[in-house]
């Protein structure tokens, strides 16, 4: 039997029209070809999230937002469908999240531990998480606030070195930096004096070093030293000083007595040394004795008779 191009024309018309809804609701999150099981999820903010948006579970498209609901004035309904295959155990849970800096809000779900397996229908708890955007501007925010008091501050600062900076302050400033350049030449003049001094340093220095390297090498003998000097100051402290001591001021005693004696005229020094007449008189017996000893040495004839053969010599008057 022919069939005729109405009947052609009709078929492809509907087949067209059946084509553009299916796309339509495919496009809406919807795909009316599928067995995917459905989850319900309740947000406060989805912050953008559309149908057709992707269901991720560990990097992994698994499905995809079909319906996206005002749900009374606080919360969001969001119907996503997950394919079959994936297994949801109790626990799971979904966050809103951005893949990338270029695509829109997308849906994570993070598996639980539960050993039971949420059926189609079910509700899955919903959390939020902040995107790159987001993470960026929460890390911003503070510095700006920071940033925003530091330039109140510098302008605050500004303000008060533009009031300190009056025409006697400047003057001030002036005499400071003409001083200080003063003082950096004096301590320039001083290096220079320090360097040509630095010979003689050294010379010193090497000196030092030859008198500690002679102390080191004699240490023996400077042991040797004090210990000869510790022997004699032990011998000193065993010696029985006092009794010298007092021997000592016996005989001072006995010595003033006997000057004083003697000052006096007693006994035979005393009027020795204070009998004048006495002085003369031994004064002239020396001088007589003297020249008795000159004479005897110059005519010991007179004084000596020596005979010669029986004769006696004469003497020349």
Known sequence: ???????????????????????????????????????NCYFDNVQGLIPSATVQVKGMVVGTVSEVVLQGKDKVKVVIAVSKKVHLPEGTTAALFSPDLMSGKALRLDLG???????????????MELGMFDKVSSQISPIMDNAKLIMLRLDSITTSVQSIMSPAAKKNIENSVASLEITMKNIASLSTSLNKESVQLAGIIRNANTI????????????????????????LSKADLEKTINQLQSTLDQTSTLLAKINSGEGSLGMLANDKQLYINLSKSMSSLDKLLDDLKAHPSRYINIRVFGKAPQDNP
């Open 212 to 235: 500690t390297a002679n102390i080191a090498n004699n240490s023996k003998n400077i042991d040797a030293v004090m210990s000869n000097l510790k022997t004699t100051t032990d011998k």
């Open 1 to 39: 039997m022919a069939i005729s191009k109405e009947t052609k024309t009709g078929i492809l018309v509907v087949l067209s029209l059946i084509v553009v809804v299916a796309g339509s609701y495919f496009l809406k999150g919807f795909n009316l070809f599928s067995s995917d099981k459905s989850y």
């Open 113 to 127: 531990e539960g050993t039971k397996i949420l059926d189609a229908g079910a509700t899955i708890s919903a959390k």
